[in-house]
């Protein structure tokens, strides 16, 4: 029988929300000076009351509605305690016995719960060891934690869970969830073993990546195999995520719930939600990634790739739906005055029938921003966010390349200057007497330059060999800037030439 792993998650995220968990202070993730969004209530100080945060409990909400959880009707705050010194208070409102979410799934991997909680201050040691500082603005910011049930059963299937999950949180606004900044952290819990029965479940904590989840719970894995198989036992612990050496080590031995002495916070009411406010909620839900890949694959017949990518940039998502909306527009005035003009730019087998010009003009766009956009943005290290290029430019741009009015080779070098300027193609073009040279008037005259001054080519032609047409070809594209169209050169100089 083969080794299984059986493996849980628990997922913590800030909240974006104006202020803090239970008091006015900012919640800002982005403020560089410490210590300077606090106030006597997230300090801890004696006699200050805390006050529910509406809009941290709304996100929770939400998200356990995205996920087909159940959102409680009867909810309450507790008290963890603890001592650390980066939580004044000596102990963390948690939520423990009646958390704001119940149930819910995410890609077959089913959800336990979801509540919500406050954030600890940051500790930072000093390297020299001699002292630590602490950072208290990230105290009392909303936390919310999400809790698996074991059903994961890979290292690869968690960073996916982890991945999607984070899109999930951005698509409701719920939080920024950038891992690097810290406002998403995981956690996994691992145990392997060859019948259902679960071994010694360890816990590995400070996962501050996605590749840390997924290279964690590799090592893992492979570490409780390796200590099962050689007759040792598992001990039951959580361990670290060492990010260099790329190895867990043990930390402590697990607490377990009583040592933290759970009760329910005096100092907050309990929360009570009705049907109606819940089904209004629920309204408010957005198109979520895995709806939005559905409806990209079947309304654009874009796929694979592009698709996820449209999905996790969502800037580049809303620029997609411009172009295409752009050129939706186009065809529909251009199709009352030229009603079968498909493409001249596409090849026979890409022209499509029905909605024939709608789908060649959805091809070009998707041709020239997967390859030529996307990869300029990639060689130029630019985010979506930093892009110059107007959605407007770039379907301008795709419907001069669909009235064959300039050569892909220009195109390319326009797309490149509007990536690292901006501004719109037509400007580009003409400035830079890009132009398609499609008057064959002034090919011939050019072509008959070229003919001039090649007299042994011309011959060998004549003579019969293709290659010295094709350096014709080549001296006129070059003449032109590479803005004519090198079948219509040939036709010219096979024309002129013939009748030599
Ligand atoms: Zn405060």
């Known amino acids: 029988m083969e080794w299984q792993a059986t493996i849980g998650m628990e997922v913590h995220a800030e909240l974006r929300t104006k202020t803090k968990m239970f008091c006015a202070s900012k919640n800002d993730p982005n403020e560089q000076h410490p210590n300077i969004n606090i106030c006597p209530v997230c300090m801890g100080h004696p006699g200050t009351l805390p006050v529910i945060n509406e809009e941290a409990v709304c996100h929770v909400q939400l998200v356990g509605l995205a996920l087909g959880g159940e959102v409680q009707k009867f909810s309450r705050f507790d008290r963890k305690n603890y001592f650390y010194p980066d939580l004044p208070k000596g102990y963390q409102i948690s939520q423990y016995k009646h958390p704001l979410v119940l149930g819910g799934n995410l890609n077959n991997v089913r959800i336990t719960r979801v509540h919500l909680e406050e954030d600890a201050g940051k500790l930072m040691h000093d390297p020299s060891g001699e002292f630590s500082l602490v950072d208290f603005n990230r105290a009392g910011v909303p936390l919310m934690e999400l809790v698996t049930e074991p059903d994961i059963v890979s290292a690869k299937q968690a960073r996916e869970f982890a991945e999607e999950l984070q899109l999930i949180f951005q698509y409701l606004g719920a939080s920024e969830a950038n891992m690097e900044k810290g406002e998403m952290r995981c956690e996994a819990n691992i145990s392997v073993s060859k019948t259902n029965d679960m071994g010694a479940k360890v816990e590995v904590k400070n996962l501050n990546s996605f590749r840390a989840v997924e290279r964690a719970i590799e090592y893992e894995v492979k570490r409780q195999i390796e200590l099962l198989e050689g007759g040792k036992k598992v001990v039951q612990e959580t361990r670290g995520w060492n990010e260099n050496k790329e190895e867990t080590f043990s930390q402590r031995s697990k607490e377990s719930a009583h040592d933290y002495r759970y009760f329910p916070e005096p100092d907050l009411p309990p929360m009570e939600f009705s049907d109606k406010y819940i089904e209004e909620l629920r309204a408010t839900i957005p198109e979520l990634p895995e709806q939005k890949r559905k409806r990209f694959t079947e309304e654009y017949g874009i796929s694979g790739n592009l698709v996820e990518t449209l999905v996790r940039e969502r800037s580049l998502a809303a620029f ?104 719109d193609p037509s400007t580009i073009i003409e400035s830079k007497g890009l132009k398609q040279v499609g008057n064959e008037k002034v090919l011939e005259e050019i072509a008959k330059k070229i003919i001039s001054q090649n007299s042994k080519a011309v011959e060998d032609f004549k003579k019969g060999k293709q290659e010295s047409l094709q350096f014709l070809v080549g001296q006129v594209m070059k003449e032109t800037k590479g803005a004519a169209n090198p079948e219509i050169i040939r036709g010219v100089l096979t024309k002129i030439i013939g009748g030599v």
């Not at 001249?344 to 789908?359: A, I, M, Q, V, Y």
């Not at 091809?363 to 997967?370: Q, S």
């Not at 064959?404 to 490149?416: F, G, P």
């Open 320 to 423: 997609w739906e411009k172009v295409i909306s752009e050129l939706k527009d186009w065809l529909a005035e251009e199709e009352i005055t030229h009603p079968t003009t498909p493409s001249p730019t596409l090849r026979e087998g890409e022209k499509g029938g029905g909605l024939s010009l709608f789908s060649d003009a959805l091809k070009l766009a998707a041709n020239y921003f997967t390859s030529d956009l996307l990869g300029l943005m990639k060689e130029k290290k630019i985010s979506a966010n930093e892009l110059l290029v107007d959605p407007e430019n770039f379907a301008e741009l795709i419907k001069m390349i669909y009235k064959n009015e300039i050569t892909s080779r220009v195109a390319k070098d326009v797309l490149r200057i509007m990536v690292e300027q901006g501004g």
